[in-house]
């Protein structure tokens, strides 16, 4: 038997025991060769909140639970060979090992933080003298998303509770109509002036970067033009890149026609791409803009199926769901009822998510109400969630 913590296993250890009690551990290091004589409570407060203890595996009777968690070769003995052992909490290890805790001595406070588990938040928003602990108990199995639900702390990677709350960044896809009706020159600006309809989503678009350069920095965003082809203009950008955003935004010319399916399916891809790159480190925010009918009418043409194998295939990841933003400029009985019905989609496939449930339609008639409305996207796109770490 074993009480040297977990942390120290690479220490030989003799105990010393005297009428049922543990006084003194003596340890060696295996390399060095250096021998220290510790009092057992002064080595569990060195190792302080969430430390466990290793003991020797009995096959007959292993198994996880009760303040036990079984390891298979995860440690090596002092001859550098891999062992199978049982990773015990403290109060366990001295009921094991049947003696008398020499740790009662100690506070209340101290002797409740030995059965925490250690983990920590590993945000940069914390201090490191002040960061947030886990929740649970220490050994415990990994939480279930129902343990930390969005606005009560949150489940990090590795299935630890943290009480505390950080902004999750958001990857804002912006998808955006560039067919030949958009040259049309009949949207009106704040001052009155007539412009093409693909000026007025230029400035609607720069707008809403300029606003999340301002809010939130570390978010990042695509953007995808589309018409009868798809192409992503650029992809993964920080909003702090606005020059390189705006020349690229500057460059978009109106022409061909619409498929709403192309671009739903190239948003996928960049989406993915963006979850390869960055894995769990944002949720996503689709602003998906047209000013006209959809024109897929055969069955592999329809938005609605491309809708359902992005949500589908984001959910196959692991991924949080997405927020849909479908935008109509102007009259389009086709386009609306096509937008619509992505919005009520995403919804539907994810009922219970707020961030999803935000998703919406929305039917500006001018330059002006299109870039106000934009501004009033970008400031709504806040999440105030766990980040997703792994410790």
């Known amino acids: 038997t074993m009480a040297v913590p977990a942390q120290a296993y690479f220490q030989r250890a003799t105990l010393n025991s005297q009428e ?17 004589a510790l009092s057992c409570d002064s080595i569990c407060s060195q190792y302080g909140r969430g430390h466990v203890h290793l003991m020797k595996c009995d096959p007959q009777s292993c198994q996880d639970g009760d303040g036990a968690k079984h390891r298979d070769n995860c440690y090596k003995d002092v001859n550098g060979r891999l062992v199978s ?12 090992a049947g003696f008398r805790d020499p740790c009662l001595e100690l506070t209340q406070e101290v002797q409740e933080s030995f059965m925490k588990c250690g983990a920590r938040c590993m945000s940069d928003e914390h201090q490191l003298s002040n960061s947030s602990e886990c929740l649970s108990h220490v050994l415990h199995a990994e939480c279930g998303l129902s343990a930390g639900p969005y606005g009560q702390g949150f489940i990090s990677e590795s299935g630890h509770y943290f009480g505390c709350q950080h902004y999750r960044a958001i990857h804002h896809v912006l998808v955006a109509d560039i067919s030949q009706s958009m040259g049309s020159v009949d949207a009106e600006t704040e001052n009155g002036e007539v412009i093409e309809r693909i000026e007025a989503l230029k400035m609607a678009c720069l707008k809403y970067i300029s606003e999340r350069n301002i809010i939130y920095p570390l978010d990042f965003l695509s953007l995808i033009a589309f018409n009868d082809n798809t192409s992503p203009i650029f992809s ?4 702090r890149d606005e020059e390189y955003m705006e020349r690229s935004v500057n460059d978009l010319q109106a022409g061909g026609r619409t498929f709403f399916y192309k671009a739903i ?20 925010a689709i602003i ?8 897929g009418r055969e069955p592999n043409e329809l938005a609605l199926p491309a809708l ?10 692991g991924q949080h769901n997405i927020q849909l933003r479908t935008i109509l400029l102007g009259q389009s009985p086709n386009g609306a009822q096509r937008l ?7 919804k539907r496939f994810a009922p219970d998510d707020e961030f999803s449930g935000a998703s919406s339609f929305d039917n500006p008639q001018d330059a002006a109400q299109l870039k106000h409305h934009f501004r009033e996207l970008a400031a709504e796109e806040v999440r105030s969630t766990g980040l997703t770490v792994a410790l």
């Open 20 to 36: 049922g009690e543990v006084r003194t551990v003596v340890l060696q290091d295996a390399d060095a060769g250096i021998i220290e």
């Open 85 to 96: 052992l049982d990773e015990v909490s403290h109060v366990e290890f001295w009921r094991r």
């Open 236 to 239: 993964g950008c920080f909003p």
């Open 265 to 284: 399916a190239e948003a996928g891809h960049v989406i993915e791409a963006m979850e390869n790159e960055r894995p769990g480190q944002s949720d996503c």
């Open 288 to 295: 998906f803009f047209s000013d006209g009918e959809d024109l």
């Open 308 to 317: 359902q194998d992005l949500l589908k295939a984001r959910k196959s990841r």
């Open 340 to 346: 619509r019905e992505m919005v009520e989609e995403v």
